[in-house]
């Protein structure tokens, strides 16, 4: 999500995103800082993003490997 908005697209200054987890649901917040004016453009960026995670099939390699990374950050 940050390399899309910032690196690619150049939108925003920072993004952190907030994983919750239990066994019957999940939860991502974001906090993006950002100029006003661009608010509209990363909104549609983050839709277009949403969807393609819900969309996209991933292989169990590439989603092991970021499980690892995730846990790493974590701890």
Do not use: C, W
């Not at 906090?31 to 995670?53: C, D, F, Q, T, W």
């Amino acid at each position: 999500m940050f390399e899309h908005l910032r690196e690619k697209q150049g939108l925003i200054y920072s993004l952190s995103n907030n994983l919750t987890l239990s066994h019957n649901f999940g939860m991502m917040d974001t906090v993006i800082s950002l100029r006003p004016n661009k608010l509209r453009k990363i909104l549609k960026s983050l839709i277009e993003i949403s969807a393609k995670l819900k969309n996209e099939h991933y292989s169990e390699e590439f989603l092991q490997k970021e499980k690892m990374r995730f846990i790493k950050k974590r701890f």
